[in-house]
Every structure is written in C-alpha cells, then in structure tokens.
C-alpha cells in the first residue's frame, strides 16, 4: 500500500476536499462560493447525500451521513462514501484529498478513509504498463480532526496494509503461490512485525501423524505445509492463548471428485483465503502491539486429481486416530482442519476460531452479505463476534450445530465420515469440525464472502479479505475490556 494518510491542520488550495455532514446539521465552508454554496443547498434539499462541486484544480465533495442510523450502518454509509469519492478522485486523475467531519468526529471520518484506501486497491502486477487501469490512483489522504490521534491514525495504516497484502494473497494463482510460497510469504510478514513462524515440512507433518492434510497432499506434486505464527506480548491479558486457525487449500480441483470449470474451479485459487485471513489478523495485532497472547495454525497444500490422490471411500487417519470415510475428495478443507483442530489441543486454548471457505451451502443460504458462523463459544464470545462484525460491517448468520446433524455423519466402517448427504451442508462440515475440538470454538465459514465475482463497493472484485478486520476488532475489544 503506498498511499499516505496522516492528520492534517487546514485544507489547502490545491487538495480536493470531502466535507462529511452529520444529517440536520449546519453546513458552512468558507472555501465555496455564493452560487456554490447555494448549489451544495439545493441538492441537500432535494435529499442528495453527495454532492461534487468541480473547481477544476480540485474536486470538492459534500457528504451527508444519517447517524440516526445504528452506528454500524452509518459507519458503512461513510466507507462507501470514501469508495465513491476515491473513484471519482481516480476519474480525474487526482492523487489527493483532504477530509474532514464538520463536528469532529473522528470515527466516521476514519470509516470514510477505510472506504477512501480500500477501494483504492488494485491487484495488476500481472498486467504490462499499457494494459493496466488508465484511472490514477490515491497517494495522499490528509485528515483534519483536532481529537484524531496519530496512533490511530498509524493503527489503522496497519489494519490497511496487512488487508492489502491478504487481498494479494488471495488474488494470487497457484502457478505462483503453492503451499510452500504461502508459507514463505507469511513468515515474511510475520517477519516484518514481531511474529514468531515456524514452518513445519512433509517430513515433521508426517512426524505428527496429520493424516488428513497429507492425504488430500497425496494428489499433489508439491509438499504440503503447516505454519505455526504466535504473538506473545510480555504482559498478556490471557492466560491460555487464543488460536486462530485457517484453511490454506492454495488451489481446489475437487481431488477425484472434480469440480466443474466454469464459475466454480476457475476462483479455487481463494480456497486459501482463511489462511490469508488469520495470518493478516496476527500480523496486525502484533504492528498495533495488541497485549493479547494469540496463535496462528495454518495447513497448506493444493488439492488435484492425480493418479495417487486419495479416492472416495479412502479410510483416512487423523492426527488423534480418528478413522474418517473420506465420500467426496472435494470436501477437503475439513480434512485439513481436522488435524490443525487437534493440534489446537497442545496449547489448552482459551478459545479456537477457524476460517474457511468450507461449503458452498454457506453461499447458497446467505449470500455475499455475510459470514455463516457456529460453534460451541460461550454466548458471551458469540455476542462479542457478532457486535464486532457489526461494527465493521462484516456480519454474521449463526447456524445451530444441534447434535441431530452428528446422525447425518456416522459411518458404517470407520468412526465418522467426512459427508452427510445433500441437506444441511454448512452444518454438517461445521459439526464433522466439532467432532475434533474439546475446547471453546467458534468456526467462520466464509464460502460466500471471501472471493468476489465483481466490484463490491470498497472490497472491490477478487479477495476481499472479508472477516479480518472483524475479528481485530474482537481482539481490540477484548483488549480495551480488560
């Protein structure tokens, strides 16, 4: 991310300018001119929330949010507002822009900045000069706000960041991003923060017995992996730690049981996204120095039908001796999590939230509006995730895990099988989940929400790193609790 945003006295003459307008409030820039000013009138009037005045060395904007809204919903007005003005700014190939609320408040004009720099993000570097987007993008971002600190400033710039670099990770393809380069790529972030990583190769995976990621490897040309990240403050809030766990399946075929092309393998190069996820959240707790003692698990490999992948009716042993009946090689991403929820156990964790783009029946019932989520987290943890994917805007459906579903998995030959029929898929791949864990666990099945097909507002199309900055702002919270 190479755009500059920091906190600012007074607008200039040669910055565009957003003036952000609580509803029903005065609206006073001496900057505008009579018959300008009357213009800004008239549309608030008629009931605009935007209005651009084009002075031609600059761009002025006037923003009305609503906060008669809930905060979360006026705070998302104002993200989309700074998408709107960042890509009318690119239009016009402007590189900067001041912005102010006119009552200082500090929190919407930091949720319009994150719709300003988030959907400024590109992903082109595969593109040569000529055939990249023609718009401009942003480079500078000034705040005016007298209560606006600089660390929060710089707090944000990190949330930024480490969402850019989980955006270029997923959007990444596999021909150059296999399971060893994700590795690489998050012990260098780790690296670049104060996180301690630890890969783990084929020969310590098959050392710890992780059958389930190294029979989905068996099809593969590539070693799988397994990256152990941790940030562990001096003084901790927590005891136990918090673990996060993420799928990290760099490229999905669906094994023997093949995937078809069209709107379906073509994006399995985002069956990673959860890994990308967790290991920006990490990466960012430890650039914001968040005392709070957390763990990244990350399974890596790619999942392809060749001549010894493992096959539908395969007996498949699990790193806790778990015999499970593999019936569909395409229901991967739980064979993998299946060991990093067992490995999970060593720490005695005071809570596991995993990350995975698991079923696509969590798209089929919800949509790209939001994050299906279960588990078996106290309803007091449930809560706190689901306030903080409401204040991001990164929101939750919770499915219920009832024990009726563990019927739908039971197995005539082994001790659990790894599908249960067409119904209930969410449910049953989160349930088949739970059958692994003995601790507080909550998992995020973000089948729906990950990837992109067009331009979402600021998440734009491709990655979109959906469900990080929500489960930053738990760990924030949890901080600030304390």
């Known amino acids: ?190 690296q670049e923060v104060g996180v301690d990583v630890e890969i783990f190769n084929k020969s310590k995976i098959e050392s710890l017995k992780m059958g389930g990621l190294l029979a989905v490897n068996k099809g593969s040309v590539d070693p799988p992996t397994f990256t152990v990240m941790e940030w562990k403050p001096v003084k901790p809030i927590n005891k136990k730690p918090y673990i996060l766990v993420g799928k990290g399946i760099v490229y999905d075929t669906g094994g023997l049981s093949l995937k078809p092309t069209s709107d379906s393998m073509d994006y399995m190069k985002s069956d990673m996204s959860g890994a990308a996820i967790i290991g920006g959240v990490i990466c960012t707790i430890a650039a914001n120095k968040l005392p709070v003692h957390v763990i990244a698990l990350i399974p890596a490999t790619d999942n392809r039908p060749s001549g010894n992948a493992y096959a539908p009716g395969d007996i498949v042993t699990i790193m806790d001796g778990t015999n499970v009946e593999m019936l569909n090689s395409d229901a991967e991403g739980r064979m993998v999590l299946a060991d990093a929820l067992v490995y999970a156990k060593k720490y005695k964790p005071e809570l596991v939230i995993d990350v995975a783009t698991l079923t696509g029946s969590a798209s089929m019932a919800i949509g790209p509006y939001a994050l299906v989520a279960m588990g078996t987290a106290s309803v007091e943890i449930k809560n706190k995730l689901i306030k903080s994917g409401e204040n991001v805007y990164e929101r939750i459906v919770e499915f219920p895990l009832w024990e009726d579903y563990a019927e739908l998995l039971k197995s005539d030959i082994a001790d659990i099988k790894n599908v249960g029929g067409k119904e209930a898929g969410a449910i049953v791949g989160g349930k088949f989940l739970e059958y692994f864990t003995s601790y507080p666990w909550v998992h995020f099945d973000i089948a729906g929400v990950a990837f992109s097909k067009k331009n979402d507002n600021y998440r734009k199309k491709g990655g979109t790193g959906f469900g990080m900055r929500l489960l930053y702002d738990f760990f924030c919270n949890l901080c600030s609790d304390q």
């Open 1 to 190: 991310m190479d755009i500059r945003i920091y906190k600012t006295n007074k607008p200039d003459l040669k910055a565009s300018i957003a003036i952000i307008v609580t509803k029903g409030s005065k609206f006073e820039a001496s900057f505008l001119s009579d018959k300008e000013y009357n213009f800004v009138k008239q549309s608030l009037e008629k009931g605009e929330t935007q209005v651009l005045i084009n002075q031609y060395t600059r761009l002025v904007f006037v923003i009305i949010i609503d906060t008669k809204k809930q905060s979360g919903d006026y705070l998302e007005d104002s993200r989309k507002a700074g998408n709107s003005v960042q890509s009318v700014l690119s239009e016009h190939k402007l590189e900067t822009i001041k912005a102010f609320h006119s009552e200082n408040n500090a929190d919407i004009l930091m949720a319009f900045t994150e719709g300003l720099v988030l959907g400024s993000y590109r992903f082109n570097k595969y593109q040569k000069k000529s055939n990249k987007d023609k718009t401009v993008p942003l480079k500078e971002v000034g705040l005016i706000c007298q209560p606006l600190s600089k660390e929060k400033i710089n707090s944000a710039i990190n949330i930024f960041k480490a969402i850019y670099k989980v955006r270029d990770l997923v959007n990444e393809p596999v021909s150059h991003l296999n399971a060893v380069q994700l590795s690489s790529e998050l012990e260098q972030m780790g």
